[in-house]
T-cell receptor, first 113, second 113 residues
Framework: DVKVTQSSRYLVKRTGEKVFLECVQDMDHENMFWYRQDPGLGLRLIYFSYDVKMKEKGDIPEGYSVSREKKERFSLILESASTNQTSMYLC????????????FGQGTRLTVV | GENVEQHPSTLSVQEGDSAVIKCTYSDSASNYFPWYKQELGKGPQLIIDIRSNVGEKKDQRIAVTLNKTAKHFSLHITETQPEDSAVYFCAAMSSSGYSTLTFGKGTMLLVSP
């Protein structure tokens, strides 16, 4: 089975802190994604990466950056956390070509106080 | 870009009844339509998907239909059970650009015993 693992289930951070959310997948997928989930808004794409060291902005990239130094790992960085970044963050990975299925991690619930 | 609308936002049914969730999409280049189930405290899990060259797909109690002309697709759950209670998301993926998934806002399904 595909496994996408997020490093933390719950995080509490202070306003202004630099926050790192880590995601690892074990299926050698080229594509990795970070989504944010908020009630009534569904899943919104923050950033994605289609290859090592490659990144593309999604729909809501402001306030975030990402890093992909290895194929299996994709990190989301909040440069200076703010209270409006309190949310559930979901990582996903997907292969290419004939297997378009995307698989999600269990999510990280981040609270910024 | 792609826009996915999902209805209803909440759905309550009695155990044994059928449940139908509907989605529309805007990008005629979209060719892959997955459905995800998210249980409380967990990440979304892929339950069924359909590609644009198929009109219907079934897997035990769940089925998905696709109408490319009208740009809408639906999830059908028959003989619902309490464990079907969850939030369901539809998504669409375009064949153009970077092929990212765009999600609907979700449907909370509650199945009462």
């Amino acid at each position: 089975d595909v496994k996408v693992t997020q490093s933390s289930r719950y995080l509490v951070k202070r306003t202004g802190e630099k926050v790192f959310l880590e995601c690892v997948q074990d299926m050698d997928h080229e594509n990795m994604f970070w989504y944010r989930q908020d009630p009534g808004l569904g899943l919104r794409l923050i950033y994605f990466s289609y290859d090592v060291k490659m990144k593309e902005k999604g729909d809501i990239p402001e306030g975030y950056s990402v890093s992909r130094e290895k194929k299996e790992r994709f990190s989301l960085i909040l440069e200076s956390a703010s209270t409006n970044q309190t949310s559930m963050y979901l990582c996903a990975s997907r292969g290419t070509g004939k297997r378009p299925e995307a698989f999600f991690g269990q999510g990280t619930r981040l609270t910024v106080v | 870009g792609e826009n996915v609308e999902q209805h209803p936002s909440t759905l309550s049914v009695q155990e044994g009844d059928s449940a139908v969730i509907k989605c529309t999409y805007s990008d005629s280049a979209s060719n892959y339509f997955p459905w995800y189930k998210q249980e409380l405290g967990k990440g979304p899990q892929l339950i069924i998907d359909i590609r644009s060259n198929v009109g219907e797909k079934k897997d035990q109690r769940i089925a998905v239909t696709l109408n490319k002309t009208a740009k809408h697709f639906s999830l059908h759950i028959t003989e619902t059970q309490p464990e079907d209670s969850a939030v369901y998301f539809c998504a669409a993926m375009s064949s153009s650009g970077y092929s990212t998934l765009t999600f609907g806002k979700g449907t909370m399904l509650l199945v009462s015993p």
